[in-house]
Nanobody, 125 residues
Framework: QVQLVESGGGLVQAGVSLRLSCVAS????????MGWFRQAPGKEREFVAAISRSGGSTFYSDSVKGRFTISRDNAKNTVYLQMNSLKPEDTAVYYCAARGDWGSLTPYRYQYDYWGQGTQVTVSS
């Protein structure tokens, strides 16, 4: 079992940067591939980015590629999402997720086993 706690959200203007953090409990953080998802009002939760257990591989949705960067620090049990050049359409609740059982990184929501409570990101125009 792992617990995930996100932080770093807020209200910002378009064009600025924001960094989200997600801290995981437990001693086996490096056994989890990690992902970030987001959910805007009235929409389904969608994939944003994923990172492998070692951090050596990453994958992004087309909508954030080139603007967002996912990274992790296994010594700190933390995964990050650096968001640059934010747009109003990035407004959503952002969730981090962990895939257990030494699974590989994946964009598919159903393959993640643990979820954080989410952090709100609002981008004004």
């Amino acid at each position: 079992q792992v617990q995930l706690v996100e932080s770093g959200g807020g209200l910002v203007q378009a064009g600025v940067s924001l960094r989200l953090s997600c801290v995981a409990s437990g001693r086996t953080f490096n056994s989890y591939a990690m992902g970030w998802f987001r959910q805007a009002p009235g929409k389904e939760r969608e994939f944003v980015a994923a990172i492998s257990r070692s951090g050596g591989s990453t994958f992004y949705s087309d909508s954030v590629k080139g603007r967002f960067t996912i990274s992790r620090d296994n010594a700190k049990n933390t995964v990050y999402l650096q968001m640059n050049s934010l747009k109003p359409e990035d407004t959503a609740v952002y969730y981090c997720a962990a895939r257990g059982d030494w699974g590989s990184l994946t964009p598919y929501r159903y393959q993640y086993d643990y979820w954080g409570q989410g952090t709100q990101v609002t981008v004004s125009s």
